[in-house]
């Protein structure tokens, strides 16, 4: 997997691509429909209200945020909002593999970005786990400490250095 960073005086963004041994139908599966979805990340489901698609949220105790689906063309891109921010998936097939490109962007106001960019870092390194064994990697696999604060570190350069890299080690893949 790689990671790139980048801000705004408003935003910070992040970017992760992976390459999974899987096809776009095979993964779309996996991040389209909620019983895919489940699979990887539990408290996800999709809703259909009228022409409104959704992706909620189970916060616990019958609470839910709701968030809107603003794409959904099975099988190359999904795109819905975040709380305040928006996360954009797409698939693109190269014949050998095909390629996760992922895309998050929160407001500075969300207030734990360094913490939501790690969570997805994990997500997106599961989606390619479940997606070519047909397993979910265990959360216990992860350091999520370690890599939350290598997200700080590089959200925490100063604005106009452009896009930071980071390497995947120790996220799983």
Do not use: C
């Not at 990887?40 to 022409?51: A, E, T, V």
């Not at 916060?59 to 996360?87: Q, S």
């Not at 925490?156 to 896009?163: A, F, L, P, V, Y």
């Amino acid at each position: 997997m790689e990671i790139f960073y980048d801000k705004d005086e408003n935003n910070a963004y992040q970017t992760i691509r992976a390459e999974i041994d899987a096809t776009p139908e095979a993964i779309f599966s996996y991040i389209g429909t909620t019983e895919g979805i489940r699979q990887w990340f539990p408290q996800l489901s999709f809703r259909q209200d009228g022409n409104r698609h959704q992706l909620l949220f189970d916060l616990g105790d019958d609470k839910y945020e709701e968030m809107d689906v603003l794409i959904h063309e099975a099988p190359e891109h999904l795109r819905f909002t975040w709380d305040t921010g928006e996360v954009d998936m797409q698939l693109k097939s190269t014949g050998y593999y095909t390629e996760l490109i992922f895309e998050e962007k929160l407001p500075y106001e969300f207030g734990t970005v360094a913490q939501d960019f790690t969570g997805w870092q994990f997500q997106v390194g599961n989606i390619k786990h479940i997606a070519e064994t047909g397993e979910p990697r265990p959360s216990e696999d992860h350091d999520f400490k370690a890599a939350e604060d290598k997200v700080a570190e590089a959200l925490e350069k100063e604005e106009g250095e452009g896009e930071k890299k980071q390497d995947s080690d120790g996220l799983p893949e």
